[in-house]
């Protein structure tokens, strides 16, 4: 909790901060508890009413915590013409969630996204900060086994 | 022994996905192991991504080797046959490179995948920062704009605004202080221009924003960029902080009096703050909601201050344009479309990448020659430009010149330059659904038109594509096209329709056969297709009975099997699984 309000202190009174307030905030929590939030609203001196506006606005916030590995699969125009959607199917015949979901043991949350900017690749997953590309569902498939283990 | 020069590996965001940090390892491993000392440049992307890893080799006679599809195995094999004993390996060559080069013009590219994006001594060795010192030290501002207006330069973001004018704009406004927003969002699906040359060359944009600066006057600077986007976000940093120690950025800017900064601020994950007046609200804080203009930015943008809002690839454009005189940039492209345009080319394209051609050369020569066609041996059916705001072109127009007033006269337009590839298996009824679908999510909900008019659109693609169409539908679909168009207040809600628009003017057959013959064509959309077993041709294999999720392929080894339709949600993978081309696919039964 020190560590946050160091965070916090940083960004106080300069301009804009609202959001990478809310950025570093997820980063340090892995999503926007409703506690952190009431204290950035404190620290911007703004309305908690306000900064959930924000929050909410941008797909990057998440309201609840996620699994500890995140997977986005592309939905681009590129991996949509590519197969996008049999991976989806992969993903649930393999670890049994969908889009938005995240598995039982907390291992994995799975999210939707558009274009990740490798679309020569397509389809394409990123899973954490790396992206894997020229996928299909069984290359997909043994690549989460890999984490798995 | 053969004389290296030198050795490049691309670590651009797309080749670190296909395995280049390992190739680029190993290299670094195997030259230590046997003491050779040759430099080894990581570099952004090479464009020709479709062979990521790539490795080139030069050598000091001049000559170049590029190398493909690398992997740790064969990465070794060319240290010992080509760098040790002399021998290019053919194999593993690419040998279209210099022909996809050369239908190309690099002036925005001419870095990325030649120098190290991480060093600016490397760009400085490439004329790098030399147009800003030639406006700092012999230039006044206004002499600046002149220049860009010489150019004939137009935003590459999109809509196309000559950029001489609004940095003219800008620049007379009045106000003390003044910003400089450099626009890398790069929201459309299937882009990834603006990606490649931050990645490649973050120099550039940056020598970009100062000198445009400069010109109108602003002394901070914003860069932003899409969350999506680490690598870039890490190299743009990395450049600013090695622009400011050299005094390219900062205070009194190459001993002038001139002083500017530049802040990156991250996107957080909305299509919709690429507009610039979203844009400049989520920079300030707040919910990234577009307003009408007028007040232009130029005008009244951040904090109310006047603001020049320019997109990466503009910006990379212009320190180019300094250094070889607006006019003779002029000389390059058409008419009213001046210069290069960067592409990046991905779907069914047999080589996708990143291009950068002179405006002017046709579509045609774009997808086929440069790009190769069509992947495997199916044939092409259109090409999609300009993402959500943009259209399908069809074949026949495939001769139409890249140039601002052409594309648009097709019903798609030039767009910020992704270029998704479609052949005969895409099903253009399912694309129009697709884009609605993106906008209608990404719409921010402040006009009714866009926010109810794309869901009653995309309720009525969804009806098509499931095969419950009525002919009216498609009379309803171009009422509410061109009701979306005249009254939502930003290019979000007024562009929407395109992809629907251009599909039913191009390929209206297609939305014809999904309503009166329940058939999808292109054997895409689920509720008109069945898979079935060819048992002249299965051999029993079991192959697509292991891959069914849902056990609806049926049967015991070396009997032809049978799909339970009843069962089968038409995922696809049996079709995927199977080794002799047994599972057919039938539409309209
Ligand atoms: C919905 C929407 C999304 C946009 N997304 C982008 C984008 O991702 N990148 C960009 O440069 N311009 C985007 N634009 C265009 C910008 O509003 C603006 O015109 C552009 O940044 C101006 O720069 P330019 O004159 O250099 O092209 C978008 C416009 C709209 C309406
Ligand atoms: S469409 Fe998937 S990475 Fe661009």
């Known amino acids: 909790m020190d560590r946050f309000n160091t965070l916090l202190k940083k960004w106080k009174g300069q301009r804009g901060n609202v959001i990478p307030l809310l950025q570093e905030t997820q980063r340090f929590f892995g999503y926007l508890p409703e506690q952190a939030m009431q204290e950035v609203a404190r620290v911007v001196e703004k309305s908690p009413a306000e900064i959930y506006g924000v929050a909410t606005f941008y797909a990057q916030f998440r309201f609840e915590p996620s699994g500890r590995h995140m997977i986005k699969v592309c939905h681009g125009t590129a991996c949509h013409v590519s197969g996008a959607d049999s991976l989806d199917t992969a993903l649930k015949m393999e670890l049994g969630i969908g889009p938005g979901e995240t598995t039982q043991d907390g291992m994995f949350t799975l999210e939707k996204v558009a274009c990740l900017g490798c679309c020569s690749l397509a389809p394409v997953v990123m899973i954490e900060q790396e992206v894997h590309g020229r996928l299909t569902g069984d290359k997909l498939k043994k690549t989460l086994r890999k984490i798995k283990d | ?589």
């Not at chain 2, 960029?225 to 190299?235: F, G, N």
């Open chain 2, 1 to 589: 022994m053969i004389q290296v020069q030198e050795l490049l590996v691309g670590l651009g965001s797309c080749g670190i996905a296909a395995g280049a940090r390992q190739v680029y390892d190993t290299l670094i491993r195997e030259l230590k192991d046997r003491g050779m000392k040759i430099p080894v440049i990581p570099t952004g992307c090479i464009g020709a991504c479709h062979r990521e890893p790539l490795l080139e080799v030069r050598l000091k006679d001049g000559s170049r080797f590029l190398y493909g599809d690398l992997d740790i195995g064969k990465v070794k094999e060319v240290v010992t046959g080509h760098l040790v004993e002399g021998s290019p390996l053919n194999e593993y060559l690419v040998p279209e490179k210099y022909d996809y080069l050369a239908r190309q013009k690099k002036i925005v590219l001419a870095n990325s995948g030649v120098i190290n994006p991480e060093s600016i001594d490397d760009y400085i060795k490439a004329e790098g920062y030399t147009a800003l010192r030639k406006v700092i030290g012999t230039m006044r501002p206004d002499e600046v704009i002149e220049e860009l207006k010489i150019s004939g330069l137009r935003g590459r973001g999109g809509a196309g605004f000559p950029t001489g004018l609004k940095w003219g704009f800008t620049s007379s406004a009045s106000g003390v202080k003044k910003y400089l927003v450099c626009n890398a969002d790069e929201g459309d699906p299937g882009a990834f221009m603006d990606r490649s040359l931050l990645e490649g060359d973050p120099h550039a944009v940056i020598e970009g924003m100062v000198i445009g600066a400069y010109a109108i006057g602003a002394d901070e600077g914003y860069i932003y960029v899409r969350a999506e986007y680490p690598l870039a976000i890490k190299r743009l940093g990395i450049a600013i902080s090695q622009a400011e120690e050299r005094g390219f950025i900062g205070e009194h800017i190459l001993g002038s009096d001139f002083f500017f900064n530049i802040h990156i601020k991250e996107g957080a994950g909305a299509f919709v703050c690429g507009e610039e007046t979203a844009l400049m609200a989520s920079i300030e804080g707040k919910r990234g909601m577009p307003r009408i203009r007028p007040p232009f930015p130029a005008e009244s943008g951040l904090w109310a201050a006047p603001t020049n809002i320019n997109n990466v690839e503009t910006l990379g454009n212009v320190p180019p344009i300094i250094r070889m005189g607006g006019g003779e940039y002029a000389r390059i492209g058409t008419e009213k479309s001046k210069g290069t345009k960067v592409f990046a080319l991905a779907g069914k394209i047999k080589r996708g990448g990143m291009v950068e051609v002179p405006m002017g050369i046709s579509l045609r020569e774009v997808i086929f020659d440069i790009g190769g066609g069509i992947k495997g041996d199916k044939k092409f059916k259109a090409v999609q430009l300009g993402g959500p705001s943009g259209g399908c072109i069809p074949e026949r127009l495939l001769d139409v010149q890249v140039d601002y007033d052409s594309l648009t006269a097709t019903g798609a337009i030039m767009g910020s330059g992704g270029m998704v590839v479609m052949d005969e298996s895409t099903c253009m009824v399912d694309i129009a659904r697709y884009f609605l679908s993106f906008t209608q999510t990404e719409s921010c909900g402040k006009c009714t038109f866009c926010r109810v008019g794309t869901k009653r659109m995309l309720e009525i693609l969804e009806r098509i594509t499931q095969g419950q169409g009525r002919m009216e539908d498609i009379d309803e679909l171009q009422e509410l096209a061109v009701n979306i168009k005249i009254s939502s207040l930003c290019g979000l809600g007024q562009t929407a329709p395109n992809p629907v628009l251009t599909t039913l003017s191009y390929f209206r057959e297609e939305y014809e056969e999904h309503i009166k013959n329940k058939r999808c064509p292109a054997l895409h959309c689920k509720a008109l297709i069945r898979y079935r077993v060819n048992p002249e041709v299965c051999t029993g294999c079991t192959l697509c009975v292991k891959a069914c999720p849902v056990q609806a392929v049926q049967g015991v080894r070396k009997k032809p099997h049978i799909i339970d339709q009843e069962l089968c949600i038409k995922c696809g993978l049996c079709f995927e699984a199977c080794r002799f081309s047994a599972i057919e696919i039938t539409t309209g039964e």
